[in-house]
């Protein structure tokens, strides 16, 4: 079993809709939870980073962490086309990871 | 400011040639990562140095994959020889301090024939 589990998708959505992706994971000792946007043929991009467990939200993007239930989410709100993008949860027991665990990715498209 | 910047872009060779991926990290940037990135396995670190020193090459799949950072701005991953399932896209990252997120570079795409 994989230490971060990402359900790969594909996940359509129509514009305007509020997206959910989640990671699962199994290694207790993660603090540190990040969230990467990538592009085709692009290097990851981060967006998102939080430390244990809460809630961050920056503009339309919103990171929660469950540490009790080893589980992340990124809500999207109002989706566009431009969010169109595989999604990459990332995880360390140190910040900035010296070792990052990724998933594998979600794969996202938002339609007109 | 300029971001991690990686060359070629792109690589196509035959089997059993050297391949050579270079990396020049965010300036100010003292930590430097290689990834590779598959369908099968995702994203995978290789190795990562600390101002210019490798820590952690764990990662690093056999003998034929080798890395240097002979300086704080520039680093290299050499194949020799590569095989056909090197074929991946290799990613470097870089970071300025120990609880900062890394930022990563567009990717070299490495084809082995």
């Known amino acids: 079993q994989k230490e971060v589990e990402q359900d790969p998708g594909p996940l359509s959505v129509p514009e305007g809709a509020i997206v959910s992706l989640n990671c699962t994971y199994s290694n207790s000792a993660f603090q540190y939870f990040m969230w990467y946007r990538q592009y085709s043929r692009k290097g990851p991009e981060l967006l998102m980073y939080t430390y244990s467990s809460g809630n961050k939200e920056d503009g339309r993007f919103t990171a929660q962490v469950d540490k009790s239930s080893k589980y992340i989410s990124l809500f999207i709100r109002d989706s566009q086309p431009s969010d169109s993008a595989t999604y990459l949860c990332a995880m360390s027991p140190t910040g900035g990871g010296n070792k990052l665990t990724f998933g594998t990715g979600t794969q996202l498209k938002v339609e007109l | 400011d300029a971001g991690v910047i990686q060359s070629p872009r792109h690589e196509v060779t035959e089997m059993g040639q050297e391949v050579t991926l270079r990396c020049k990290p965010i300036s100010g940037h003292n930590s430097l990562f290689w990834y590779r990135q598959t369908m099968m396995r995702g994203l995978e670190l290789l190795i990562y140095f600390n101002n210019n020193v490798p820590i952690d090459d764990s990662g690093m799949p056999e003998d034929r994959f080798s890395a240097k950072m002979p300086n704080a701005s520039f680093s290299t991953l050499k194949i020799q020889p590569s095989e056909p399932r090197d074929s991946a896209v290799y990613f470097c990252?870089?970071?300025?301090?120990?609880?900062?997120?890394?930022?990563f570079g567009d990717g070299t795409r490495l084809s082995i024939l």
């Open positions: 990252a870089s970071r300025t301090g120990i609880n900062q997120p890394q930022h």
